[in-house]
């Protein structure tokens, strides 16, 4: 067996968190909760995720014993067990007497105690108060037998304005430019005499000064990860054999997840796609594969889902619950893509509260006869039965670069457009175009290695961080294909554009092309596209842009096709370079579908990047198939992401898929 | 004469709010004023409303010798008198000098002193100064002859986050739960560690936390009344005579009207519907008699409209002055639906300030030969010439449950969607299938005596308080006839749900059905029903449904309509049950126009509950007729929401009714 | 040559705001400047908007020796120097040693130190501060030779809701209405039991007051000039011969500018037109053309360009490149309309922070060899072939009225619409008829003397200040002709609404016709307007009309069309009245853009008002002629605002214009 996400893990883990600390007061269900385990196949459960309060219900007063008792229950019944830290719900108690452990929000006004995630990261109370209870857990728990692995609170989230933060970020401004000047210089803030005197004049935390908000995103994210590393330390001590994680969000904002996973032991995440709602099932799918492969690529291993949900959720404005299979459906698709684990959010539904709608193995009604409960217990003994394909390993020779850096760097800058920027969503896209044609690929940030692709795809490549810009010319003059958009090479890592022309720091000689002016569409405007004979990819005819339009003047660069209106009429709007023994391709517009298929399929023929299906064209539409591979054999997972009966021929076998099915084919 | 709105009222009151205090220094105008009353057959003002600033300029010094002459000259006029407490807004030099009787915000910021209806009800400065003037008041015009009501503030509202407010909640939270342990549970407060150590660590009114939430709101509806109960304790003491009302605002979400009505000696309410607007006329018509149905079932008799606009109002974006003839309309459909007074907001146009434009008596060009003046003073000739209608009374043998707890529970909870939950339209959109057939309707709680109707509505019922289950079941059991939606008999009057199945607390048994899953449609998504031959209600063919599709399972129910789509397709949409002596039937489904006509119809039909046109269809769109009755004779109003003569026999008299226009026939 | 923009100006001034304290480590850069300006036509350069920080690096000490060098080496080369007062962005050693220059917003909360435009404009401190700065300037700069305007600030703007601008406040309401009485009688403030008791109870400035509203941004606009006219003052000591501008917005809503004017020597603005956008860019043209006249018309005189974007702006949602031309054409339409200057936002761009993709001439790539650095130094050589051109005035016979008191009142008063109300765009919409007929107008405010006019429009003059109805009045019955509209006369200058009937104030006289009541349309809704056979103005058949219909009664006026629909079918529509020697015209609804062409198309007939194409008729749609006048000569600018090639005939020239093209020809 391969490297599994635990280790020495020996079955997919399939469970969910568990709340026994809101039913301590009905004995009778946490006994059926045993019995209605093992009728769904659960052998994993988070426990102790919100239940601080119940912990410590007053300021030193712990109480354990529920823990205890639940767990010894558990591990007798064969469940194990993922504890987690419970900082991420603070008890009232701590937070009337410590209010400085609540949060400050941008206008500095301490925040009341409501919701969760909601601490300072930096109070030196809350850190000791988290210090003491994670003691606590991990000298009790740290060598259970039930024990498989911590879960480092909840959903790590937020920004804190208190005092301590700002201290603590001019100490990290401090550290990171070392004099004033320099900083003045990155932030240029000499603009609108913003300069400052000194870093103890670094004070309100002005979007406006792009740099500055650029920076505060970034120590937002050290002092996450500090805060988590502090959560670690007790663990670690008193538990050395037991690994770390902590269930991410996917792409949130907020947060750049490269930064954690150094910090932890095996990568986790709660994946939700809202299925059925006003985008294609086949689109949800894609972006949440994207999701998976992001997880996946971090470690570079499998992961595990620490949440989803076996019907619906509560918190977006209309989620319908999943039709009869697609719970399956999508708990197979994270297994493809890497996953070791399924686990829920969450085992039973509770009564009361903000969360009381949201889906749950167990729902209200207390009982096991319901469709969805059937469905989980159904995907159970699947997981069971598949077992082979634990720890096998996905490899992909495609790249697609989603880097937290230019996203935010884009997102603060005013000028070339303010709505629709959609950096997420337009790399989203060109991923789409290797998920449908079963081509595996990782999700990296702008500084990951790239050696082990063909193909690396870097949309609106906005900021090139030191070193970037040298990663792909090394990547293009190696034999690598590279795929660009408009507004790439702009600015450096502070923000700061690039003088000389862009695409910049010699980006302008790997592409072949200067770019020097940006034509920005309304939304009822559009340009279009015209392929030019013999362009080697298969254009043919004429494409739609919309939003974005640049006016790029070829410095070597061949030309395959151009622009049909406007004063830039017959200028370049796609070009090739030839660059050592690559090719880089720079796309000047935001194309349309057909676009998108056509170029990038003529691209994977061109260096012959083909799926398990045996060629660069796509699958039919709600198909998706991915490949995990083990000790020489390859488990292909054949997908269907819609509501009708289609058939496919995946490694030469002929296949019928039911709606909503999935087969997996073991090769050989 | 039966029972009149005031004791031992004579005549139909019409009149105004009536401001003179803004006018002091223009005697000319309020001698203008008594003529054109006269003119305009005004017979009562309301006066003082806002006036402390002019009755108190400053602290504890009085000025009533301007309302001592304006009473004076009014009855010699002929008008009485309303006699408003002035609480509603307070002086400058209160506000400043105890700025403790401003409210403080959500988020615990003291309020400047601005607007109006802003005081804090807790504060005992606030009352005591209210206490003082009202005492004033009272003992100087509590015998007055022209003096007929209290007029208590003005449309109280509003809600107070201030440290006292806080404390008053903390001790109504001693008061109802007892324990701490309790009230958590209550709360579901393990969730999220938001356990309470005790009452004094409630503090932040976290709306996430829903039973928390709900607390809240229905604390401040017993804080407004316990306010207005200390505002009426000084007008009991000096005039014991005189009754007291309210100025109510029909469906306001603040507060909760039923619990205001035992403290009110008549019920009266602010009555603004839009005419002409992006809505039909029709509807409005139907939405206004709803509120009128609720006014009068708070005491199940007459009532008092205590504003209304002759013309427009000025807070709507956009508020169309009424058609000719629409005036009178919706004046007699007041009286038609109980109203024994009609009374506008204002007797005259202020010339500054926030609501100098909205609609009055007398406009800002002065005179009576307007428009507007032509219709109010025909208006006034007409009730005084109707006045046998005087304290009549309607019967109803249909009601329709529109509850304040679970609207409010409704809307706080997260999940079952977050957009379109639309309570209160469901509610209404039943009702109108009564108004378009003249079926009578009281519009009531859930925790009414039910005994009188042979119809109950109740749609989306959500909460089950203590009780409500059990007086649906002996309604039905005792012969009645119960409609019922998706979203039944979810929570219990803290908003714990229900464990063991929807609808719960016995509704399974006696609906005859299991709901097992919640479908939530997108705006752009439709479901379809289809009736089952032989239905018994005359449904036929299919219709389309919304939002709501619930996935329900029969118990013994009777399947009227299944649905067509998705995985749940043939199962119940519409069921119906016997039980006892009645019937109950649950729809699954949000549904269209002509479902709610066919199967409301049909029920009606079934019931033989009729019109006094003499059966269960729909009266011709746009015609409304309702009945009040007095000593064995009825008064039928036929009335016209449309912009067409229409004809239509009533009663077996055929009636032709001009555009907006209104006939009163009296039988025998 | 006649009245210059400055005085003994010889040359158009050609160039921009100029921020080498941003470049002060790149020599390199700052001598490349130099040579760009050569290249660019570049004759002046505005220094030190933003340099306080620069200047005065920390408190007391100042670091002038850049700016001398940067100014020496300008003149040297060339440039003359336009040197702004720095007090538009405050360095942060000023911000956050004085917290109390820092704004309070409306909440009473201390701004934050970010943005800039954001100091109290009376706080001592502040104004001592800034006074020693300028006075240091005035000293060192005042007499130096490249030195040709003082530019104060930049952007005035804002408001401030600290204690000291409420006790200012309270002086300017002192000073304004004497007692208390008068205040409350001015601001009807007995509603509501607003009523102040003294001068020192005004404490929020609470909108729905709306008299205390109007007279807030009243005195906003005064407090804002006396802080300009602190800053003047050391100006003035040390260059007695330098003149003094700031930078106004056009139309700002927030600042009246007519009482600017008087403080200062010459009117500049900055101009910002969205092109290409999602309206018709002739329109666009037009009402930048209606700004240019509003600048012109404050002095009655030549004024400066002082900002505009050689490409496009970065704060809009979106902002397209000029197309190639339209440059030169915004350029020239500019001075067509008696810009004596044409200057950018900015020379070059900055690397960073919020401005960093605002257009420049010179790009961050860095050179002339881009589009628009191309364009910018062809507009610079062709201003100095035309500079014949320089002083000649603008001669108007039409005046519209746009009046910054009305449009405050207006926007705050609830009722007559809440939304589409568009005040600006409705006099834009009159404006944009004599602009496609190339007649020559100017942008006045109400209480502006009307003698030179033959044709005054003045749609929706709700606000009579004292003498402006008189003011009408007059010039009617000298002869003049009067275009009104619906909403006339309604209120006095404290939003008082006039009693009487409206229009009031001697209107009703006036126009001959009673507006009695005013129908407000839903969007969807409309209403037709039908013309009077022989109605004099060639108007014909029916037109539309939305939003606004009054219901008027004629009282001595002629009608010219009437109204199809509603209960006022029949009733007037568009009324004239004689009176003395003149005609007034009343438009009772908001109507169509035929009704607009037709009706002033008849009207400009009637008092045969041409433009130089010799007729009443429109231009071809995209065409606009203006001219300048000077010694006799005429230049008449023919623009095409346009992307077709167009052919015209003036002055007997028939021209053929290119798309985006401007020709001049001077007559004789």
């Known amino acids: 067996m391969g490297l599994t996400a635990l280790p020495g893990q020996k079955v997919f883990l399939h469970g969910g968190d568990y709340n026994p600390d809101q039913w301590l007061d009905r004995p009778d269900i946490l006994r059926e909760d045993l019995r209605l385990m093992k009728l769904a196949g659960v052998n994993v459960v988070s426990l102790g995720i919100f239940a601080w309060a119940n912990l410590e219900p007053r300021e030193g007063e712990f109480t354990f014993e529920w823990m205890d008792q639940v767990i010894e229950s558990l591990h007798a019944n064969g469940q194990q067990v993922i504890l987690a830290t419970p900082s991420g719900a603070k008890p009232n108690w701590l937070a009337l007497k410590y209010p400085q452990v609540r949060r400050c929000d941008a206008q500095g006004r301490r925040e009341p105690q409501q919701l969760r995630h909601n601490h300072c990261m930096t109070s030196p109370v809350y850190r000791e108060k988290v210090r003491i209870i994670n003691t606590h857990l991990a000298r009790r728990y740290g060598k259970n037998p039930a024990l498989v692995l911590w879960h480092l609170s909840n959903e790590y989230s937020g920004e804190c304005y208190c005092d301590l933060c700002k201290e603590a970020f001019r100490q990290w401004l401090r550290a990171r430019y070392k004099t004033v000047a320099a900083m003045n210089q990155a932030w240029w803030a000499h603009f609108w005499s913003h300069t400052f005197g000194g870093f103890d004049e670094v004070d309100a935390i002005d979007p406006h000064v792009n740099g500055l908000a650029l920076d505060w995103k970034r120590f937002t994210t050290d002092q996450t990860v500090d805060f988590m590393r502090a959560e670690i330390a007790p663990l670690r001590e008193f538990s050395p054999q037991v690994p770390v994680t902590t269930n991410m969000m996917g792409t949130f904002e907020g947060l750049d997840y490269w930064r954690f996973a150094p910090a932890l032991d095996v990568i986790s995440w709660d994946s939700y796609p809202l299925w059925h709602s006003n985008r294609s099932d086949y689109e949800v799918a894609s972006d949440t594969a994207f999701k998976h492969d992001l997880n996946r690529s971090l470690k570079r291993r499998p992961w595990l889902l620490m ?29 493809a893509h890497g996953a070791d684990a399924i686990c829920y959010f969450q085992w039973r539904k509770g009564r009361g509260s903000a969360e009381k709608f949201h889906g749950a193995v167990v729902d209200h009604v207390g009982h096991e006869h319901t469709r969805v409960f059937g469905e989980v217990a159904a995907v159970g003994r699947e997981l069971a039965a598949v077992k082979d394909i634990l720890g096998s390993e996905v490899t992909a020779k495609a790249a697609v670069i989603f880097d937290w850096d230019n996203r935010w760097a884009i997102n603060s800058s005013a000028g070339c457009r303010h709505s629709e920027k959609n950096y997420e969503a337009t790399v989203q896209r060109h991923y789409h175009e290797l998920f449908r044609r079963g081509v595996a690929a990782e999700v990296i940030e702008s500084t990951c290695d790239l050696a082990d692709y063909q193909l690396v795809i870097a949309p609106m490549l906005y900021m090139l961080k030191p070193g970037v810009a040298e990663n792909l010319r090394r990547f293009v003059h190696d034999g690598g294909t590279l795929i660009s958009t408009y507004m790439t090479g702009i600015a450096n890592e502070t923000d700061l554009v690039f003088t000389g022309g862009w695409p910049a720091d010699g980006l302008m000689e790997l592409f072949g092309v200067w770019a020097q002016e ?14 030019v004979p013999d362009n080697g990819l298969g254009l043919t005819g004429s494409y739609a842009a919309r939003h974005y339009a640049e006016v790029i003047y070829t410095r070597g660069a061949r030309v395959l096709a151009t622009f049909e209106h406007e004063f830039y009429a017959g200028f370049p709007a796609l070009t090739v370079n030839s660059f050592g023994r690559g090719k880089a391709y720079y796309t000047a517009s935001r194309n349309d579908d057909r676009f998108h298929s056509d170029f990038i399929g003529g691209v994977l023929s061109d260096i ?59 090769v050989p």
Chains 1, 2, 3 share one sequence.
């Open 608 to 666: 012959k990047l083909h799926g398990p299906h045996g060629s660069a064209l796509p699958l039919p539409d709600g198909i998706s198939v991915q490949v995990r591979r083990q000790e020489g054999r390859e488990f292909i997972f054949v997908m269907n992401f819609s509501e009708i009966r289609q058939e496919v021929s995946v490694a030469d076998r002929p296949l019928r898929l039911e709606p909503w099915g999935c087969e997996i084919l073991a």
């Open 307 to 335: 949440e989803s949900t076996p019907s619906n959720v509560n918190w977006a404005s209309i989620s319908r619950p999943k039709k009869p299979g697609v719970h399956r459906l999508a708990c197979l698709q994270a297994v």
């Open 518 to 531: 940006q034509d920005l569409l309304w939304d009822h405007q559009s340009q279009t596209l015209l392929a």
